[in-house]
Each structure stands twice: as C-alpha cells, then as structure tokens.
C-alpha cells in the first residue's frame, strides 16, 4: 500500500515535471532550434514509443512496408522525404502526412524529439546497400531492358497485366521492393491475386481480383474491364495466390536490381 | 417472375464493360441514356434523362438498392458519373472510387493527399470528375489537376493549377470538349483573380487561359476602378455546357471580389455575375451577358447555363435559361448572347425591373450598409449552384428556390491580405434559423414557362433546400429538401408521388442510370450515396 502510494506520488511527480519541461521547450518554440533530446537515454525513450505506436506500420526496423493492421508505411531506413531537417521531420511527426495513413500525433515536444532522436538511428542501422542505386539508370532498365514497362503502368505509360506502380515508394521499403524482384513468389497481396471464374452461363472470366465479400467478387478481367460478379451466378471460382511476376534473380544484375529499387523508391505521393 | 428479375440483376452486373468514352460518346450522350457521362449529363446541361422505366405510374414501387458511405465528413456536392456499369465518384473532398453501379461494390479507390489548411469559403467539396477515353479528371481544392486511370485509378498525371496559398481551390467537375479539360477556380471570398482555362487531355498541359476580370488594354477593363481588378474575384466553381454546332461553351462567373463593399471596385466589374461565350479551341470571348453589374450582394452567376432548342415568339431558337441568384429568371439567345426576357422568380428588393436592354434598374439604398441593410433575396439567393432541369416533354424549366428569405447586408472594412478572406464584412444569416427567425422564408421547386418566367405550379417545402432537380423521360423530377426528404414529384402539376428520409441533408443533384435492364437514381444525403431502383 505504502509502496503503491509513492510510485504514485512519483509517477505524478513526473507527470508534472515532463509537463513542465513541454511548457518550457514551447516556450522556447522547440521546433525553431536543432534536437535537444539527442542522449543515448533520449534515443531508447523514442525507441519506446515507436515500438507501441509506429512499428505496426512502419516495422520494427523502420524498413516499413508490411505487417501492422494493413498499414503499410514508408521507408524510414533511407533517404526520407521529410528527412531534410530535423525541424522538418518533427512537423511530420507531430502533424502527419494528411490524406495518408500517417496520422497527427499528440505527444508533446520532448516526445517528438526523442521519436526524431531514434527514427535518425533508423537510417544509420539501415544495412549497407540499401537504397545504393541510381534512380535514372533504374528508370531506364524499367522501360527497357528489364522488360517491367510492358506489365507494369507508371505515370499512365506501361501495360496493364500488372498493378501499377505509380507512388509505390510511399509505401513499400526498399527491401521489400527488391525482394518483389527476386522472389516476387514470397509477397502477393490480395488484391493483387488472380482469379478464373466460370459463370452459369457459360462465361469464362479471368483477372485480378481487386475485392470480394460474401456475395460477390470484384475483378479487372484480362480485357481491362471492371466487373463485379454475384457468386450465386457462377458454377466456380478459383483464386490463384500466386504472383504472375517473373524472378529477376540472376536475370538482371545486383547493380541493375539496385538501380531500379531506387527507382521504384523515388516513385512517391505528391509532396505537399 | 421473381427468378427472371433476379437473373436480369445478375447479367447486369456481370456485364460492365472496359470504359471508353470517346468525343462522339461524349457529344451524343443524350442518346445513351444508361449513360452518365458529364456533370449534367449532356452538353445541354438540361439534366434530363430519356430512361422511363421508372415513371408516374410505378414511382411509389421504387427501393433502396445499396448505399455508398464516404469515409468523409464533408459536404457531399458530387455527382457520380456511371460508363458502362461502372460508377466513378468523388468522396468529399477529393478521393475517387469506382464502384459497381448495380450493386456499390468497390472496385478501387484513390486517396488524395492533401494540405491540412486550404482557403475554401464554404467546405472543402469537391462537385464530380470528368471522364474521357480511359482517363478520369479531377480538380483538387489544393488547386491541382489530376488524371486517373479509370480501371485502377493510378495517376497518370498530378498538376498544379494554381497556388492554393493565395486563396484558389478548384471544387468543379471539369468539362471535356474535343481534346481539351476545361477548369476553372474559386475563390471568390478570397480576392483572387479568376479564370477559365483549358489542358490537354493526354499530358495536362495547359493550352490557354481566359481571365474573367479583364487586365490592362483589355475590353472591359475600364470597369474596374484603379488596381481592383487584381484582387476581382470573377471565380468558377461550377461546371459550363457546351454547343457544338455554334463551338460555343458557356459559363456561369461568381462574384467580384470583395463580396460586400463595393466602394473599393467602382464600375460594373465584368465579368463577374455574368455568362460568358468562349470558343473552346483558343478561349477566346465570343459573348456575354452580366446578370448582376457592380454586385454588393454576392450574387454569383454560378448556376448551370441550361441550353434549349425551342420556339420563342413563334420563332426556333438556339437559348439558354437561366434561373439566377439575384431572383431574375432570364431567357437569352446563345448565337449572340441577346438579352430576351427577365422576370423576378421570387420576391425580390433591389432591382425596380430589368431594362429592355437587360440592365437591372436598382432600387435606391439596398446595397449594404454600415448599420446593415435588410434586401431580399437573402446572401445564399433565389436559388444558387445546385442543378434546375429542363423536360423536353413538358417544355417547362423547373429550379429550387429560396421565397422570401432575405439578409441584412454589412458593409466593412476591405483589406486585402493574401490567402485570407476578402469580402469587406458580412451579411447576417447565411441559413434561416426556423427557431429564431420571424422572416425564415420557405423553399420551392418550381415550375416555370419557359418564353416568359410565369409561374406554372410550386411545390412548397417548409424549409429551403440545396438539392438540385432532375427531370426524366417517366414524367418525374426528381428533389431534395435540407433535413433530408427526398421527394419525386409529377412533372406535369408538382404533385408528390413519393418521398423518403434519407436522414441528412441533401446538397448534390439527382442522377440516372441504367445497367442492364435496370434503371437506378443517386442521390446524396448526409454523407453517403443513396441508390434507388424498381422493386425486383
């Protein structure tokens, strides 16, 4: 009893020096001045919090791109977007990207600057090799010798026998990127999956299945048509989980995969 | 009979097909009434659809068939387009979705990123896209132009129009002519300098633009006192119809700029509250017609230009009608922008009548005042940017009106800062209070003669309404009231065949569409879609 009461006393304690240093650091406009909670101590405090409120998206090693609740967030292991200063990266952080899944935050300054502090360490723990390549000789080898254009739409050039790639950057790693051109087998996502569909009427239909619930499935067929399909209508469908992507692995040298990985990585949203 | 329907809902949603809408779609829309293709439907704008499977008879039979819920609290103005089975719409203010047209399911979507902060005067809303081939245009309140692929919705290209910092937004549908996407910007609350100005439908890039306050050494520039022409308003925020035998579009243009001290822009300040002619190949200004000169109200001319075909005195003519804010129904000839009828539409103060030569003559002191001046119609208007409908089959033109509502008008203090309002005070009661104020006023559609603004039959609703009209080939038209009935009336008498509540309030104007053998109406309330069909 004793014992719950002082940690109470203490954790309230802090409660109002912390309040009391945010008072401080706003009076001070903390956002006009460089990082103040730069410490060792700073940094795993930052690490803390990204790992309740961030990793989900942004994966444990701010590689980004996967697992979480559908989130998929950017890369935080290379060049960032925001990363210019660290006044500007504080501003993501504490307002967002809006109309993106990366949502305004309400941790007070001292939070954001030790989430600034660890989310710098992302970048340097990123493995060598990440984001080597050159973005233009990676745009060439897309259009050209990679082949990728024909399947692949970017910018409203390419075909239409694969997703489009158009601001893939924003929300997939480079890592991830790179490993959808080696074993672009080990990744689809649902949306991305196939289906082959016999209707009662005979109909053969196949494409990619953009949606489905339990009456009915949604698909861009091989023609490029838009077409939803009640399932009472149809004698069957098979779903095909497998990627249609060819490997590039020993197709395309590492340099060239790197290439078009900071290619691929350069592809953002708009930035605002 | 049950199976039989149930296998036609079937075919229809298997049948969408690969959306290709080329220029002759475009220009002979009003043939493919399955179709929705522009804003208004057809170029005529009339928002009139020949389907009549839905009709006087068998309205009270109508169900909802699914509802679109945006994942969005803003007001939701859009109006869908549906090509082949496939409805394209905007979510407030600016994501898009394709979603099957008979059933609402979603096939994708595109999230728009945006600025937290942008200067719109009245919500961030966004009216609807324009379609042409395979590619979706959409203007951004952030001030930008996108083009979408239309079976994934990836961008094909993501320009800047016009800074949004200095008070721009981009809220309209865009209309496509020819090559050619035609945009405007609002603003108007915002001093900017408004324009109409077109791009090229493959890359965006822009091929001309026409300023609607004209600058220095341009006709009309003398009627703007001084510098005032540079912060002039003159926005567009709604989308223009077009003629191709004459290759003539038409625009409504907003008000100038600041909106209630006009001692600070002496002179009719054209082309604000006017309708302009432009030729859509090179935007050059072919006619116009200014409804309001040197307006102290805020009384846009952003109203949709309904064009007709009709006799007019015993003679076919080429019009257009147009049902103003001001409280003035106007009939013009659109060859040449001749001036041929005006007629109050409401109870109105601050015009003694419009001249022969189509000059309002103003009454004295109704303009705003220090200490406030109370002039009918109200800031919002007689009737304002939501659709009126014109039926061929009646031959009468129908719009929502505001009766009897006015505003106390201020005058104040026009200081421009930019990115910031500009409006030199403002008037008092935007929406009527029907628990606090004795003059609330009411709206109406109405139904009114064409050749002369006589009023034919009303349809009274207790409160005023923002929903737009539309009028199909079954003999009915179709409406909506604020707190969220939606009604359908008989065109012929304005009796109320059916009505609903749809629980929130209605902002968009109605539209029509057929997949397979099915017809279906949307219209918007609160903030979801809501999509009706015959009972199966």
């Not at chain 2, 129009?161 to 309209?172: A, E, F, K, P």
């Not at chain 2, 100038?256 to 090179?282: E, F, H, M, Q």
Request: with cysteine; aromatic share 10%.
């Amino acid at each position: 009893m004793q014992i719950l009461r002082i940690s109470l006393s203490i954790s309230t304690l802090g409660l109002v020096l912390a309040g009391l240093l945010s008072l401080a650091a706003q009076q001070q406009n903390p956002k006009r001045q460089s990082n103040p909670f730069t410490s060792s101590e700073d940094v795993v405090a930052g690490s803390r919090i990204y790992r309740s409120h961030c990793a989900s998206c942004h994966g444990l090693d701010g590689s980004g791109g996967g697992g979480g609740h559908g989130g998929q967030g950017a890369d935080l292991t290379g060049q960032l977007r925001y990363g210019a200063s660290d006044e500007e990266l504080y501003s993501v952080l504490e307002t967002g990207i809006p109309g993106t899944e990366m949502v305004a935050t309400f941790f007070d300054g001292k939070q954001l600057w030790q989430l600034v502090s660890f989310v710098r360490t992302l970048a340097k723990a990123a493995q060598p090799g990440t984001l080597v390549g050159n973005a233009e000789r990676g745009a060439l080898l897309f259009a050209k010798k990679g082949g990728c254009v024909q399947c692949h739409m970017i910018g409203g050039k390419g075909g239409r026998k694969a997703p489009p790639l158009g601001g893939i950057g924003s929300s997939r790693s480079s890592k991830s990127l790179k490993n959808s051109i080696l074993r672009p087998a080990e990744q689809v996502l649902p949306s991305h999956w196939t289906v082959q569909i016999l209707t009662n009427r005979g109909e053969k239909v196949s494409g990619q299945r953009l949606n489905e619930d339990t009456f009915s499935i949604q698909v861009l067929d091989s023609k490029g048509r838009l077409r939803s399909l009640m399932k009472k209508d149809l004698v069957s469908y098979n779903i095909n989980k497998k990627s249609a992507m060819p490997s590039y692995e020993g197709i395309l040298s590492d340099e060239e995969i790197d290439d078009i990985v900071a290619y691929l990585s350069s592809l953002r949203r708009k930035r605002l | 009979m049950r199976t039989l329907q149930i296998l036609a809902l079937a075919t229809a949603t298997a049948s969408g097909s690969f959306s290709q809408v080329s220029t002759d779609r475009l220009l002979n829309a009003e043939n493919e009434p399955s179709q929705w293709m522009t804003y208004s439907g057809t170029y005529k704008s009339q928002r009139f659809s020949k389907l009549d499977q839905i009709n006087r008879q068998n309205v009270t039979e109508l169900e909802l068939k699914w509802v679109f819920q945006a994942e969005s609290l803003d007001k939701f103005q859009s109006t869908p387009l549906v090509v082949d089975g496939v409805m394209y719409l905007t979510e407030p203010p600016n994501n898009v979705v394709a979603i099957d047209a008979a059933t609402g399911r979603r096939f994708w979507k595109y999230t728009h990123n945006e600025p937290t902060k942008v200067n719109v005067c009245c919500g961030r809303v966004n009216r609807g896209l324009a379609i042409w081939k395979n590619s979706l245009f959409m203007g951004t309140v952030d001030g930008r132009l996108l083009s979408l692929d239309a079976q994934t919705g990836s961008v094909n290209w993501d320009i800047t129009v016009v800074d949004y910092l200095g008070g721009y937004s981009i809220t309209l549908a865009p209309l496509i002519i020819k090559d050619k996407i035609i945009i405007g910007t609002a603003g108007g609350e915002y001093g900017i300098r408004g324009f109409l100005q077109a791009h090229d439908v493959r890359t965006g890039k822009k091929l001309w633009r026409f300023y609607t306050i004209p600058g220095p050494g341009e006709p009309g520039h003398e009627t703007w006192e001084g510098d005032s022409w540079k912060r002039g308003g003159g926005s567009v925020w709604l989308t223009g119809s077009y003629d191709p035998e004459l290759n003539l579009t038409y625009w409504g243009i907003g008000n100038p700029s600041p909106d209630w001290n006009g001692d600070v822009r002496k002179g009719d300040n054209l082309y604000s509250d006017s309708v302009i002619a432009l030729n859509p190949d090179n935007g050059k200004l072919d006619w116009y017609y200014q409804f309001t000169p040197h307006d102290e109200w805020d009384w846009d001319a952003v109203q949709i230009p309904v064009l007709v075909d009709r006799p007019f005195k015993g003679k076919q003519r080429k019009l257009i009608l147009w049902g103003n804010r001001n409280g003035f129904y106007y009939v013009l000839d659109r060859v040449t922008g001749e001036f041929l009828v005006a007629k109050a539409f409401v109870y109105q103060n601050w015009a003694k009548g419009i001249d022969k030569k189509g000059r309002p003559i103003r009454a004295p002191n109704q303009g705003p005042s220090a200490e406030g001046t109370k002039t009918y119609p109200s800031v919002q208007g007689a009737t304002n940017w939501y659709s009126p409908t014109y039926s061929p089959q009646t031959g009468l033109f129908y719009l929502s009106v505001w009766e009897s509502y006015p505003s106390t008008y201020y005058k104040g203090d026009p200081t421009y800062t930019r990115g910031n309002r500009y409006v030199g005070s403002l008037p008092q009661g935007i929406y009527p209070n029907t628990t606090t104020d004795t003059e609330p006023g009411y709206g109406a559609v109405r139904a009114l003669a064409p050749e002369t603004g006589e009023l034919e039959w009303e349809f009274k609703m207790a409160e005023v309404s923002e929903s737009g009209l539309m009028s199909t080939a079954g003999n009915i038209l179709f409406s909506g009231s604020m707190q969220g009935q939606f009604v359908i009336l008989d065109v012929f008498n304005g009796n109320l065949l059916w009505s609903m509540n749809l629980g929130g309030r209605m902002t968009n104007s109605p539209m029509t569409y057929q997949v397979e053998d099915s017809q279906f109406v949307a219209v918007s309330a609160g903030h979801s879609l809501f999509v009706f069909g015959l009972k199966d």
